[in-house]
């Protein structure tokens, strides 16, 4: 068995468990303010395959975009992870 190392693990982690739509949704509940959260239903939250981070800044950011279905049309939610600065 190998182990993988990377230079930000505790920020993979966070995303490999915001990945899952069960885990965004309570996180986006609980830190999207009350009025944008009254516009979304985070029932329909899907998973978008896109990066927006430069390949030259990944080993200190990581990111999530998620389509939602909102009172307005299709909205996304972007997530950014930065790496711990004291590294």
Same mark, same amino acid.
């Given at each position: 068995? *190998?182990?993988?190392? *990377?230079? =930000?693990?505790?920020?993979?982690?966070?995303?490999?468990?915001?990945?899952?739509?069960?885990?965004?949704?309570?996180?986006?509940?609980?830190?999207?303010?009350?009025?944008?959260? #009254?516009?979304?239903?985070?029932?329909?939250?899907?998973?978008?395959? $896109?990066?927006?981070?430069?390949?030259?800044?990944? @080993?200190?950011?990581?990111?999530?975009?998620?389509?939602? #279905? =909102? @009172?307005? /049309?299709? /909205?996304?939610?972007?997530?950014?992870?930065? /790496?711990?600065?004291? $590294?």
């Amino acid at each position: 068995m *190998t182990i993988s190392t *990377t230079s =930000t693990p505790y920020d993979a982690v966070f995303k490999s468990f915001l990945r899952h739509p069960d885990t965004a949704r309570d996180f986006i509940d609980i830190h999207l303010p009350a009025p944008l959260r #009254k516009l979304c239903d985070l029932t329909t939250l899907k998973l978008e395959p $896109n990066s927006f981070i430069d390949e030259d800044l990944r @080993q200190y950011y990581s990111d999530l975009l998620w389509s939602v #279905k =909102t @009172q307005e /049309g299709v /909205g996304y939610i972007y997530v950014v992870i930065e /790496g711990d600065a004291s $590294n």
